[in-house]
């Protein structure tokens, strides 16, 4: 599997882990905001990235 997990941050401070290419939406756990978006491919971020996890 190509591909990476990123630490996120969405704008009510929560911090998530999520991967780089979903295949469904990605909410923030506290306020439910879309945070990533599929498109086949590597996803959308609609949010800060703090840092790249590499596997």
Do not use: A, D
């Amino acid at each position: 599997m190509s591909g990476e997990f990123l630490l996120i941050e969405c704008k009510c401070k929560n911090r998530q882990i999520v991967f780089n290419k979903p295949s469904s939406i990605v909410k923030c756990l506290v306020c439910n905001k879309i945070l990533v978006e599929p498109t086949g491919g590597k996803g959308i971020v609609n949010t800060k990235i703090i840092r790249r996890i590499r596997n």
